[in-house]
C-alpha cells in the first residue's frame, strides 16, 4: 500500500483546512457542531488553532461533512498524525477482486457501451461495445491517458456526433462543476477551463427541453440513424482505499426502441466478426 506522496507535508494548520471544507459544504458552525454532536466553542477553538482535534474527532468531522478519502489524509497529517488511506495501483493484488468485478460488469453490459474513469475522468477501462463509437476521432484524443470530458466535447471528438451537443455539453459541465465542489481538485479547475473554451456550434446555451424531469439523453449520430442513451452512475460502497473511491462507472442504456435494436445489431455483428 503507498501513501500520496505529494500529502504528506502540511502546508496549512488543520483547524483552517476544516473551515474550508465546512464553508465548502455551506454550513456554520453551529450546522456543523450539531451534526457532529460537539459543542460550538470547541469547533470554533479547533478551527482557530486554540483546540488541537484527536485523531477520532477528525475523522468524526471528516465523514460529516463528506471530505474525499484523499483529503482526509492531508487533514491527519496537518494535525501530526499519520495518513490512514492508501493509494494502491489497480494492478495491485489487493484489488484483484475489485478489478475483476468492474471488468465482470463492464463486460456484462454489453451490448450496451460501458466505462470506467478515475476522478480526474481520464479512462480506466471500457468494454466492447465503446469501441465503434472510438472512430473518426483525432489520434491525439486517445493517447493515455484519455480524458472521458475532453474525448466528449473536444471538435475533433464526438462532439461533432453529438445531435444535442449543446444540451449535453450543459449536463457535463454542471456534473464536473458538481464535483469541484465536493473535491476542492485543481486539476478538475482546470479542466473545466479547458471545455469551457471549446466552441459550441449555434452557442453555448443549452434549449430548454421537457423530459419530464427523468434524464438527459445523449444524442448520438450514427449510420444507424440517432442514438439516443441515458446514464447510470455505480461507484464502490464504503471504500477504504484512495484508488476505489475514486473510480465511477458509467452505463449507457438505450431510451428508445430503436437505439436498442441497434446496438444488439452491432453487438451480434461484432461477436461474427471475432468468431470468424
Same mark, same amino acid.
Given at each position: 500500500?503507498?501513501? $500520496?506522496?505529494?500529502?504528506?507535508?502540511?502546508?496549512?494548520?488543520?483547524?483552517?483546512?476544516? *473551515?474550508?471544507?465546512?464553508?465548502? /459544504?455551506?454550513?456554520?458552525?453551529?450546522?456543523?457542531?450539531?451534526?457532529?454532536?460537539?459543542?460550538?466553542?470547541?469547533?470554533?477553538?479547533?478551527?482557530?488553532?486554540?483546540?488541537? $482535534?484527536? /485523531?477520532?474527532?477528525?475523522?468524526?468531522?471528516?465523514?460529516?461533512?463528506?471530505?474525499?478519502?484523499?483529503? *482526509?489524509?492531508?487533514?491527519?497529517?496537518?494535525?501530526?498524525?499519520?495518513?490512514?488511506?492508501?493509494?494502491?495501483?489497480?494492478?495491485?493484488?489487493?484489488?484483484?477482486?475489485?478489478?475483476?468485478?468492474?471488468?465482470?460488469?463492464?463486460?456484462?453490459?454489453?451490448?450496451? $457501451?460501458?466505462?470506467?474513469?478515475?476522478?480526474?475522468?481520464?479512462?480506466?477501462?471500457?468494454?466492447?461495445?465503446? +469501441?465503434?463509437?472510438?472512430?473518426?476521432?483525432? !489520434?491525439?484524443?486517445?493517447?493515455?491517458?484519455?480524458?472521458?470530458? *475532453?474525448?466528449?466535447?473536444?471538435?475533433? +471528438?464526438?462532439?461533432?456526433?453529438?445531435?444535442?451537443?449543446?444540451?449535453?455539453?450543459?449536463?457535463?459541465?454542471?456534473?464536473?462543476?458538481?464535483?469541484?465542489?465536493?473535491?476542492?481538485?485543481?486539476?478538475?479547475?482546470?479542466?473545466?477551463?479547458?471545455?469551457?473554451?471549446?466552441?459550441?456550434?449555434? +452557442?453555448?446555451?443549452? !434549449?430548454?427541453?421537457?423530459?419530464?424531469?427523468?434524464?438527459?439523453?445523449?444524442?448520438?449520430?450514427?449510420?444507424?440513424?440517432?442514438?439516443?442513451?441515458?446514464?447510470?452512475?455505480?461507484?464502490?460502497?464504503? $471504500?477504504?482505499?484512495?484508488?476505489?473511491?475514486?473510480?465511477?462507472?458509467?452505463?449507457?442504456?438505450?431510451?428508445?426502441?430503436?437505439?436498442?435494436?441497434?446496438? *444488439?445489431?452491432?453487438?451480434? +455483428?461484432?461477436?461474427?466478426?471475432?468468431?470468424?
Amino acid at each position: 500500500m503507498t501513501l $500520496p506522496a505529494s500529502r504528506l507535508s502540511p502546508s496549512r494548520p488543520v483547524g483552517e483546512l476544516l *473551515r474550508d471544507w465546512r464553508q465548502r /459544504r455551506r454550513l456554520s458552525q453551529l450546522d456543523l457542531a450539531c451534526e457532529a454532536d460537539i459543542s460550538t466553542r470547541h469547533l470554533s477553538f479547533v478551527e482557530t488553532g486554540r483546540a488541537q $482535534p484527536s /485523531r477520532e474527532m477528525l475523522l468524526h468531522l471528516a465523514e460529516r461533512l463528506a471530505v474525499p478519502l484523499r483529503e *482526509r489524509n492531508a487533514l491527519l497529517v496537518a494535525a501530526g498524525f499519520a495518513p490512514m488511506f492508501g493509494e494502491r495501483s489497480l494492478d495491485d493484488p489487493a484489488l484483484q477482486a475489485a478489478r475483476q468485478a468492474l471488468e465482470l460488469v463492464l463486460k456484462g453490459h454489453e451490448p450496451y $457501451p460501458a466505462l470506467a474513469v478515475d476522478r480526474h475522468w481520464n479512462l480506466v477501462s471500457m468494454n466492447g461495445a465503446c +469501441g465503434p463509437f472510438m472512430q473518426d476521432i483525432a !489520434p491525439a484524443l486517445l493517447q493515455p491517458p484519455v480524458n472521458v470530458l *475532453r474525448l466528449a466535447l473536444h471538435p475533433q +471528438g464526438l462532439a461533432p456526433r453529438i445531435a444535442n451537443l449543446a444540451e449535453w455539453r450543459a449536463h457535463l459541465i454542471a456534473r464536473l462543476h458538481q464535483q469541484i465542489d465536493a473535491s476542492a481538485d485543481a486539476q478538475l479547475e482546470a479542466l473545466m477551463r479547458e471545455l469551457c473554451d471549446y466552441p459550441v456550434p449555434g +452557442g453555448t446555451a443549452a !434549449p430548454h427541453t421537457d423530459y419530464a424531469g427523468v434524464v438527459v439523453p445523449l444524442k448520438l449520430h450514427s449510420p444507424a440513424g440517432v442514438l439516443s442513451f441515458f446514464t447510470t452512475i455505480t461507484v464502490f460502497g464504503t $471504500p477504504v482505499d484512495i484508488t476505489l473511491s475514486e473510480l465511477a462507472l458509467e452505463a449507457f442504456f438505450p431510451a428508445d426502441a430503436a437505439t436498442a435494436a441497434a446496438l *444488439r445489431h452491432l453487438g451480434d +455483428g461484432q461477436t461474427t466478426a471475432a468468431g470468424a
